[in-house]
């Protein structure tokens, strides 16, 4: 009877610097031949210590450094710092300000589930969407660029309104850019839907049940691809979104095309509320008289805010003990439990699907290490 | 024979020529015998080479239309030299050491894939009379030698001392490995009708206009052709079945540790097996260098190749990549009964002669 | 259920172990003692109208004279936000870990020790993860820390 | 023998600058300098930047640039994004792993000075130039695809401008 083989497993690093990883996330990955057998994922190659930094920062210079902390979609961190400020100092944001900052998180939401839908084709090996995903995006960041001027990290949105009104011409070309965006979604699907090698490296890979999700931490479109009905926008309602109607897409059974679709499904339900918001922005000032960058002080006391942003939840716990700076800022971001639900259920397949699955949680690594 | 040919166009009466000038100097036999060959070797190589870097000019352009962007535009009109500066910075590149036991293994891996590559094109019949050596074992002798890339590949994985090379050096000799035995079955279900594998054999049967095509031999032909493209791209690690060095998963996995010139030549290596598999396809299936006596037979041959060349261009900017084990299961549990299926019937047509 | 029903059903239904505090400016916020930290968060998982399964976030304040570690838990079914926390004395604090309640407080709990230095007790894997791997330059986060390469932001005027 | 000297300014004259009689070392150059294959490393912001400048709008090919994924095939490193005091280890290896004619460019304001993140931060390196030898520096935060295109077409013009004998001390 011929010998049992002895085969042991090796460790391979899918190191710091992979093409598959977003950035600088090593995950050590034990695997016996192509299958893996444990995860253990190495993070703290992008720790810039954002909250240290914040400590000793005015409320208004913490926006452009929070900016960083979530690069691909910066107007959600800046309206999650100024959210937290506000209930702290219990202002009431002008009307026109509320709908300019639902118009800039949405386009934000558009411009990172295109460049996820880029990253992900390109890591299941198609490399053409990528570039058809960043394309569409450029239409968006033109629309930034006009009205703040930067074309990632943008400082727009502050403590109690908006920095800078917009040009006449951003209705407009945004209006244009979302038709366009609208149109596109079908080329995007139509390349990828019926490809069957699309499919077969999709369906059915690495199912996130939702008990384990929830227990985890994880939200957002992966929560919602495991068939659980949870979106901040309409649990935990912030802003002006109940006066938008849009529904929350779910998707029942979790695997790599459920969330890789729920993107593209979002994309939708942000062009929708982005034709409402562009249809009722009203007239008037576009922040809070009292707030002033250099003096603004709230009264002490802690607030945990919460918004929905493409990557899941991201909050911010701000303490303030009535000084200039706050006292603590804590970020909360969604990729980190993504991450940390990882190893528990991304075992024992083959590695191209844990890249196909690394790339549909749509991990970056800012939120991970801050 | 097919109409005459038109001056000086149908470059086999200049090799004609210069045959009988070699002839008269008086040398013996042998020596004309080496000196024939020994150029013949260079022009194809030569040729070939610039043909390779032509084609990676040409794939860096499709891909970039394909992709809505433009491609090397700055170096020549339209960055035609591009790819000839990419060879000479190649050159002057440091050529890494890596430590590593079996270093006659490292070493010796490039070489085997490039001259392999280079060897399919002793039978090739490029136009009319234009072949080095008509082998009456043509086809055969293409199928051996095109298999020397598997042990290349094995070589490059093991010889670099890397585990993703390992991975993709296993992958890549799995996976050409499984397709080597559709692409076979299929170039067989040729044979059978040509009844030689004579290359030139197999061209002449395909003489006349295109319905004496076999791709157009319907039932077989279409799906001979059809399976064997599939093979082919398999055989030259393309997408879908790019998977030795998908760039995701095993940062471009067997020539992780290759840099310099070893790297230029698996990459040079690559393009040329791409335009040998196409070559036969346009020798098997779309009749060879066939066509109108007007525009000379070899401007044929390479054109149609260059048309399949661009269909495995295609395929690699459109489609996803496949994991190991659905490429496996795609390889036997679909490719293998399709075309051994093809091969009986088209042997029981052949046998009764019902074909028409 | 709105905030201020929620503050009254805890207040009555915990006898105590989660006493309400005014520095809270949105969701209702409660302190809670070290000890009975634990009962009370499997409480609040299993408590059939509450269902706090879903932890937000877990994080260490440092206020020079006492540390915090305040937990913002959320219930997916029944839409409810819920905060508390737990003062810790300045030096050697030490807290339970709540992992087997909410498997999500794993990183956080070993993220608040490492930067904080708040020991978590019986926590699986309580090691150094996103500073490198040779730190010895103590636990960061805290506002006594300073190091010898450590640049401050010059006060302004 | 003064002829040689002169032979690069003949060479501008002459339309398309005819490669007979250029001195073997402008051509080495050149072909260095037209095909610079670039390392995919981004880290930080810069990297969204970088994928950008490598889409279809500000496209990196036309500049004869493609990426590489290992860096044994890579001769230029664009380092784009933060360099962690834990990253540092590896950026140097990444480098040593390089075949030699390499170039780097430090992208952004944190591989130049830090950036954002001087103040204030226990774990970023200030600037990368003392951990690898940097050649082109660009500015910005995240700096625009066109001023990434400018410091590549700089690193051109610096490849070009080159001189064997300076090529080896490097």
Known sequence: MMAELRTEEFIVNMGPHHPATHGVCRLMLTMNGEKIVKIEPVIGYLHRAIEKICENRTYAQCIPILDRFEYVTSMSCNYVFSLAAERLAEIEVPERAEYLRVIMLELNRIASHLLFYGVTAMDIGAYTPFLYGLRERELIIDLFEMTCGQRLTYNYIRVGGVSKDIPKQFVPQCRKAIKIIGEKLTDYTGLLNENPIWLERTKGIAVLPADLAIAYGVSGPVLRASGVQYDIRRNDPYCIYDRFDFEIPVRPNGDCFDRYMLRIDEIRQSIRILSQALDGLPEGEIRHKKVKDATFKPPAGEAYARIENSRGEMGIYLVSDGSKKPLRVKTRGGSYNQLQVLPQYGTDMLIADLVANFATLDVIMPEVDR | ?356 | MTKEELAAYITENFDGKLKPLDSGRYDPLFEVEADDLLDVARALKEDENLRFDYLCNLCGVDTKEHFEVVYNVASVSKNLRLDFKLILPHDNAEVESVQEIWPAANWYEREMWELYGINVLNHDNLTRFLLPDDWDQGHPLRKDWDAPDFVRLPEGE | MGLIKKVPLFTEKIPGGGLVLTTLETVLHQAQAKSLWYLLFGTACCAIELMCTGASRFDFDRLGMIFRATPRQADLIIVAGTITKKMAPRLRRLYDQMAEPRYVIAMGGCTISGGPFYYDSYAVEKGIDHIVPVDIYIPGCPPRPESLLEGCIHLQEKIKKQKLSDWQEK
């Not at chain 2, 009988?20 to 030569?46: H, N």
């Not at chain 2, 042990?151 to 010889?159: P, V």
């Not at chain 2, 049967?205 to 052709?225: H, M």
């Open chain 2, 1 to 356: 024979m097919i109409g005459k040919p038109v001056l000086l166009a149908e470059l086999h009466g200049l090799f004609q020529w210069l045959h009988e000038k070699l002839q008269a100097t008086g040398l013996s036999q042998t020596w004309v015998d080496i000196i024939t060959y020994a150029t013949l070797g260079v022009i194809i190589f030569g040729v070939l080479s610039l043909i390779a870097l032509y084609l990676i000019w040409w794939e860096r352009k499709i891909s970039a239309h394909v992709q809505q962007r433009f491609g090397p535009m700055r170096h020549g009109w339209h960055g035609w030299y591009q790819t000839v500066m990419d060879a000479l910075k190649l050159l002057q590149k440091e050529d890494i050491r890596i430590v590593t036991r079996d270093k006659v293994v490292f070493f010796w891996a490039p070489v085997i894939c490039f001259v392999a590559a280079f060897l399919a094109y002793v039978v090739m019949p490029f136009g009319d009379r234009l072949i080095v050596a008509d082998l009456n074992i043509g086809i055969l002798y293409i199928m051996a030698v095109t298999t020397f890339t598997i042990i290349s590949l094995l070589m490059a994985g093991w010889g670099s001392n890397n585990k993703y090379a390992l991975l993709g050096g296993m992958r890549s000799a799995a996976q050409v490995v499984s397709y080597e035995v559709p692409m076979v079955a299929s170039i067989l279900t040729i044979i059978i009708f040509v009844g030689s594998l004579s290359m030139m054999d197999i061209v002449k049967a395909q003489s006349g206009l295109i319905f004496n095509w076999y791709v157009f031999r319907i039932p077989f032909g279409p799906i001979a052709f059809l399976t064997y493209i599939v093979a082919a791209t398999a055989e030259c690690n393309r997408t879908p079945f790019d998977i030795p060095e998908a760039e995701q998963e095993l940062v471009s996995g067997y020539n992780v540790e290759y840099s310099g010139m070893k790297f230029a030549m698996f990459f040079l290596a690559e393009f040329v097996n791409m335009f040998t598999v196409s070559a036969i396809a346009v020798t098997l299936f779309f009749g060879g260098w066939n066509g109108w006596d007007f525009i000379p037979s070899w401007i044929w041959f390479l054109g149609k190749t260059l048309i399949i060349v661009l269909l495995l261009m295609l395929f690699r900017w459109t489609y996803p990549r496949l994991r190991v084990d659905q490429l496996m299961e795609f390889a036997w549990k679909f490719l293998v009964p399709v075309t051994f299926a093809n091969l009986i019937v088209a042997g029981i047509f052949k046998y009764f002669g019902w074909y028409w």
